[in-house]
């Protein structure tokens, strides 16, 4: 199953580049249908005009941002400098903190194809 998702330059440019293995989500309902070896087709954003795919490795749930960053190593997000409070205030600025509780987050462990 192919899945289509968004991601802005900084983290695109990451993935593409081999640095970044673990993409983060809510679990939510669109998510939640994403399953293992299956394919995430990343558009670059604001512009779309470029594509990357990737494949689906391994996924795992976490009722907080924060609980998923204190268990994945930092390399894994490409994030060296920032600390634990850094990374959630940055993915609060995507998700609100009632989406987390509402749905839960997921990281999903992915590989270049």
């Known amino acids: 199953m192919i899945h289509a998702m968004g991601l802005f330059e900084e983290p695109f440019y990451s993935i593409k580049s081999g640095r970044k293995t673990v993409e983060v989500r809510l679990n939510d309902e669109k998510r939640r249908k994403i399953g293992l070896g299956d394919i995430i ?60 509780k509402d749905w839960g987050t997921l990281a999903i462990t992915i590989k270049l194809i």
């Open 41 to 100: 087709q990343f558009t670059i954003l604001p512009k779309k005009n470029e594509i990357l795919n990737v494949e689906v490795i391994e996924l795992r749930k976490y009722p907080t941002f924060e609980e998923m960053y204190k268990d994945i190593p930092y390399d894994c997000f490409d994030t060296h400098n920032d600390s634990i409070n850094e990374m959630v205030e940055q993915t609060y600025e995507i998700y609100s903190p009632e989406q987390e």
